[in-house]
C-alpha cells in the first residue's frame, strides 16, 4: 500500500472531530511544502507489538545514534492520541527553542523539547503553529 493510502486510512480511523483538525494540520503542511517526502509510522515493532501512536511524517532527518549507525527518519511528524494532538519537530539541537521562541504565543498547548501537544486545534494559534512547521522544515 503507497504511502499516501497508509495515511489517508490512518486519517479516516481516527474519530471527528481530530480526523477533521489531523486533516486540516496536514493540508496545512503540504502547503508549506507541497513536495515533501511523506512518511508514515504504523506504532507497531517488528512484532507487530504496539510501542507509539501512528504518526504522519514529513520531510527527512538522519537520526546519528552514538554508536556510528545512522537512520533516515521524518523531520516533522502529527499523531492524534488520546488527548489531543502531537506535532513532533525531529532534530532540534537547542531543547529550549519551542518553547523560547513559540511557547508564549502558540495558545494552550504543551511545548517541550521538540513536541507541541494540545488538545484542539481551537486552543492554539495555527499562525504560530505554521511558523514552527516552517522552522522544522528550514531544519532539513
Known amino acids: 500500500m503507497s504511502i499516501p493510502q497508509q495515511i489517508q486510512n490512518y486519517v479516516?480511523?481516527?474519530?471527528?472531530?481530530?480526523?477533521?483538525?489531523?486533516?486540516?494540520?496536514?493540508?496545512?503542511?503540504?502547503?508549506?511544502n507541497p513536495k515533501i517526502q511523506l512518511w508514515f509510522e504504523n506504532g507497531l515493532n517488528e512484532e507487530g507489538k504496539?510501542?507509539?501512536n501512528p504518526n504522519i511524517g514529513y520531510g527527512t532527518y538522519t537520526i546519528n545514534y552514538a554508536n556510528g549507525?545512522?537512520?533516515d527518519f521524518?523531520?516533522?511528524g502529527l499523531s492524534?492520541?488520546?488527548?489531543?494532538?502531537?506535532?513532533?519537530?525531529?532534530?532540534?539541537e537547542d531543547k529550549k527553542y519551542l518553547l523560547?521562541?513559540?511557547?508564549?504565543?502558540?495558545?494552550?498547548a504543551k511545548v517541550?523539547?521538540?513536541?507541541?501537544?494540545?488538545?484542539?486545534?481551537?486552543?492554539?494559534?495555527?499562525e504560530v503553529l505554521?511558523?514552527?512547521?516552517?522552522f522544522g522544515l528550514e531544519q532539513e
Do not use: W
Open 100 to 108: 523560547d521562541n513559540f511557547g508564549s504565543t502558540i495558545g494552550k
Open 80 to 92: 492524534a492520541n488520546t488527548k489531543g494532538i502531537s506535532v513532533y519537530i525531529m532534530g532540534i
Open 50 to 52: 504496539v510501542i507509539s
Open 112 to 126: 517541550t523539547g521538540y513536541c507541541i501537544n494540545f488538545k484542539t486545534i481551537h486552543d492554539i494559534q495555527l
Open 69 to 71: 549507525k545512522t537512520k
Open 74 to 76: 521524518f523531520r516533522i
Open 12 to 32: 479516516l480511523s481516527i474519530d471527528e472531530p481530530k480526523r477533521n483538525e489531523i486533516e486540516v494540520l496536514h493540508q496545512m503542511i503540504l502547503k508549506i
Open 130 to 134: 505554521a511558523e514552527v512547521l516552517k
